[in-house]
């Protein structure tokens, strides 16, 4: 099934290469928002995309400036609605049906302070909950954005890049082989950058 979507918008990219950088910007801002982040799997679709750099569909540079924007705005809006709605907003669905979540970015939060928002990016699960707890617990919006573009960058280059080092190895096998480079650039690096957190898959069940 996920397969068969992939390649369903990567053929889409290759017709219109310039959605390639709207759907990137909207994947990753969706990475960061409270409920949405939870489900939407942004970060496969985007090391899919990344893969296809190698090829001409799509280039490095916007790649990078659209994931990286989509990836501070996303942060900068959950910040902003706790910051506007504080603690009722966690008490509204969808956020009411992760209970467990909340409690484990509360906790999160608790030790780490600040550099929570920093670290939390590459943490499956939190990273969708603690911006909007630094904006409940009234974070300085200094302090917040400082974390949130270095993160933000630094996610970026963490993702985007390997999954061209990946694009481009499977390039040398011919173009018959690109469906492959892309279907294991998104799986693989994913894998890696975000393991599986059987706890987050079961928060909504609680």
Do not use: C
């Amino acid at each position: 099934m996920f397969a068969d979507a992939l390649s369903t918008i990567t053929a889409l990219i290759e017709q219109h290469p310039l959605t390639a950088y709207g759907l990137v910007f909207l994947l990753a801002m969706s990475e960061a928002l409270p409920g949405i982040g939870i489900v939407v799997p942004g970060t496969a679709v985007i090391l899919a995309l990344s893969a296809m750099i190698p090829s001409g569909t799509v280039r490095l540079l916007p790649m990078l400036a659209a994931t990286m924007a989509g990836a501070i705005v996303g942060d900068g809006l959950s910040f902003w609605l706790g910051h506007h709605y504080q603690r009722r907003l966690l008490s509204v669905w969808p956020m009411s049906r992760y209970p467990a979540l909340i409690e484990r970015g509360e906790g999160f939060f608790a030790r780490h302070g600040d550099k929570s928002v920093l670290l939390a990016r590459f943490i499956p699960g939190v990273r969708a909950i603690v911006p909007l707890l630094a904006g409940i617990v009234g974070m300085p919006a200094w302090r917040f954005y400082l974390a949130n573009v270095l993160s933000a960058l630094a996610w970026t280059l963490s993702h985007v890049l390997p999954a061209v080092a990946v694009g481009a190895a499977f390039a040398q096998l011919g173009t018959a082989a690109k469906p492959l480079a892309i279907l294991l650039a998104a799986i693989i690096i994913d894998g890696v950058l975000n393991p599986r957190d059987e706890q987050t898959a079961q928060q909504g069940d609680i």
